[in-house]
């Protein structure tokens, strides 16, 4: 069945770094768009990261553009965040999401999360 297991989450002192790893399984994984979500206590999910499935195109929202890095390894089917720079507001389960639209349908999928805190 598919699956997509994050890791990588931890506690870190602002101005640290984290890389975040989401293995996938049960899917062709290379033919899927890849992206990291992230949802704090009491806010909604935000994405984070976007990486195409030919890795030939990122996008990132401004609060994290150029602190977070997305990438992926199709041979490894495994799909990353390099974050550096951390913020206490980074604080947040992360998830890890696949993609792509089928027809007029689409194939979503998401892992269970993994918990980045960022504090002093």
């Known amino acids: 069945q598919v699956q997509l297991v994050e890791s990588g989450g931890a506690l870190v002192q602002p101005g640290g770094s984290l890389r975040l790893s989401c293995a996938a399984s049960?899917?062709?994984?290379?033919?899927?768009?890849m992206s990291w979500y992230r949802q704090a206590p009491g806010k909604e999910r935000e994405l984070v990261a976007r990486?195409?499935?030919?890795?030939?195109?990122?996008s990132y929202p401004d609060s994290v553009k150029g602190r977070f890095t997305i990438s992926r390894d199709n041979a490894k089917k495994t799909a990353f965040l390099q974050m550096n720079s951390l913020k206490p507001e980074d604080t947040a389960v992360y998830y890890c999401n696949a993609r792509r639209t089928v027809g007029l349908g689409l194939n979503n999928y998401w892992g269970q999360g993994t918990q980045v805190t960022v504090s002093s």
């Open positions: 990486i195409t499935s030919g890795a030939v195109s990122t």
């Open positions: 049960g899917f062709t994984f290379s033919i899927y768009d």
